[in-house]
């Protein structure tokens, strides 16, 4: 592991198959967290799916750019 040099493009693929694989109970994990730092049960779950619009949003046009080029 000494050996072995810092790749930081590596380490952004890790991270985005992380979050491309989330589960079921991840998403309810998140959500009663949500409602523990205060949100109600209809806040947390609408944050939850304004971010998951947003992630297929900018998914489809970062796909559809790589395209183009």
């Known amino acids: 592991m ?3 040099r ?3 493009v ?3 693929e890790r991270e985005q198959d992380l979050f491309e694989n989330v589960t079921e109970e991840e998403i309810i994990l998140l959500w009663q967290s949500f ?5 109600s049960a209809d806040d947390a779950w609408h944050a ?3 971010g ?3 992630d297929m949003a900018f998914a ?3 796909s559809s750019s790589q395209v183009e080029h």
């Open 2 to 4: 000494y050996g072995m």
């Open 6 to 8: 810092y790749n930081p």
């Open 10 to 12: 590596a380490e952004i």
């Open 35 to 39: 409602k523990a730092n205060g949100l």
């Open 48 to 50: 939850i799916v304004t």
């Open 52 to 54: 998951i619009a947003l």
């Open 60 to 62: 489809r046009s970062k």
